[in-house]
């Protein structure tokens, strides 16, 4: 299988430039504001999915009633949403809709279509239209439940409920033509609710689900290399539990979240220290029966959990773990009227994105960010100019029209590379520098402009 390089365009973390001025400015700024308009769709949104570019760019799938609840795509466009590509483009009713966006910039989109035999759908946007991913069918006879994810490195997977296999977990990946089955096809021991997928940076991915076969607790389970094993046991939930999410953080430990009976149905986050599953902070995180749950994690690995709670008329709310205890991010209950589908993504900037079916807007799409209302001069970073041979091996050229301080940061937000920028044309040594993704800003007096590179 032939390797691809990407050239990313990333914002950077905001954790490595802590004490950098152009920084936001205050908390107090901060608050929950529509990203365009409110209840954007054309009519009634359900089944929806959030995803992000490298650049902090939105989009939104979701189960279209406006179009015979057929597959729809839309992105922000200027301050409006617009559509991508046609609406209503899968052949039939989509469901399990999970969307997920490429290194490159380029969005695709997982769901089952009841007109092709409930089977597995992945198309991806040419740029005109959506085609199809793969040239056979991603799943070999009706399936649900989808999880679509890349990898860091850009590897396309998807995990689902197998119905050719009990109900049980598959996970495929594509190599660029085929959709392979890693491992082996129905691995979990039972069959497999809401199933929810994320790959570490090895390019081994990891699935949590509701599992049937052990009282309906979450289980997630890991691909080792050359099997499927469960983690901490056949269970992270004590008991029964509903809408699991999952991430892993910087340094390869996943994380589970999900509505738990035993703590009166609230939301509860887990961690896999490498032995067994801890509780983040204190179990029951949310004040009431939490629904609609779904994880992120910032580049710092700080989790974030999105969910609706009854405590808040099951409008949306949001919290996160800030090393010591739980907090509530901006108001709860945030929303204009009850919210589902909620479902939450962070920027590489540290902006947590929410997008969610919105009650208060007739059942529209709505997304929504928190960040600060009155933004400073520093936060309108532009892209670098061209970085080429991106990928590079000895030298990397960069070019830029002002001039300021140009600092090189690994994936981990290490700074590795320090110097000044005076010309229109800059040389770069990178031969020292192991392979990977580095990170690219470049400070001015009074502007911003960031990029990244591939070392090979």
Not at 57 to 63: E, G, N, T
Not at 113 to 123: F, I, L, P, Q, S
Request: net charge positive; charged share 15%; with cysteine.
């Amino acid at each position: 299988m032939k390797k691809t390089f990407y050239f990313l365009v990333l914002l950077l973390p905001a954790f490595a430039y802590s004490q950098q001025s152009w920084q936001k400015s205050t908390p107090l700024g901060y608050s929950w504001k529509n990203v365009g308009n409110a209840g954007f769709s054309e009519y009634r949104a359900q089944i929806i999915s959030l995803a992000l570019d490298t650049a902090g760019q939105p989009y939104v799938a979701f189960q279209d009633w406006h179009n015979s609840e057929k597959i729809t795509v839309m992105t922000l466009k200027g301050t409006g949403w617009g559509v991508v590509g046609p609406a209503g483009f899968s052949t039939g009713k989509a469901d399990y809709i999970s969307l997920a966006v490429s290194p490159l910039g380029q969005p695709y989109v997982a769901y089952m279509d009841y007109a092709e035999g409930n089977r597995t759908k992945v198309k991806k946007f040419t740029g005109t239209v959506w085609v199809d991913v793969g040239l056979t069918g991603c799943s070999d006879g009706q399936s649900c439940y989808q999880s679509l994810k890349f990898s860091p490195a850009g590897q396309l997977f998807i995990a689902y409920t197998d119905l050719t296999q009990s109900a049980k977990v598959t996970v495929k990946k594509f190599d660029g033509t085929n959709w392979l089955t890693v491992g082996s096809a129905g691995f979990s021991a039972g069959q497999s609710n809401n199933i929810r997928l994320a790959i570490n940076t090895l390019n081994q991915p990891y699935v949590a689900f509701e599992d049937w076969a052990h009282s309906h607790k979450i289980a997630a389970m890991k691909y080792n290399g050359t099997a499927w094993e469960y983690l901490g046991g056949t269970g992270c939930s004590e008991g029964v539990a509903y809408y699991p999410g999952i991430a892993i953080d910087p340094s390869g430990y996943p994380y589970v979240a999900y509505r738990d009976e035993v703590n009166a149905n609230r939301a509860t986050l887990k961690k896999f220290n490498g032995q067994r599953w801890v509780n983040v902070g204190s179990g029951g995180i949310s004040v009431g029966l939490a629904n609609c749950i779904s994880l992120d994690l910032d580049q710092t690995g700080q989790p974030y959990v999105a969910f609706t709670d009854s405590a808040a008329s099951f409008r949306a709310t949001v919290m996160k773990y800030d090393g010591s205890k739980w907090i509530t991010v901006g108001n709860a209950g945030f929303s204009a009227g009850t919210a589902n589908y909620t479902c939450i993504a962070i920027s590489s900037a540290g902006v947590p994105y929410v997008a969610y079916s919105d009650n208060g807007n007739s059942d529209r799409a709505t997304v929504m960010k928190y960040d600060s209302v009155d933004m400073g001069i520093f936060e309108h970073g532009g892209r670098l100019g061209l970085i080429y041979p991106n990928p590079g091996q000895e030298q990397i050229t960069i070019t830029t029209n002002t001039s300021g301080s140009l600092v090189i940061h690994n994936i981990s937000g290490k700074q590795v590379l320090q110097q000044p920028v005076t010309k229109p044309t800059t040389t770069i040594d990178v031969r020292r520098l192991p392979g990977g993704v580095y990170f690219v800003r470049l400070t001015g007096d009074k502007n911003l402009s960031i990029g990244t590179f591939i070392k090979q």
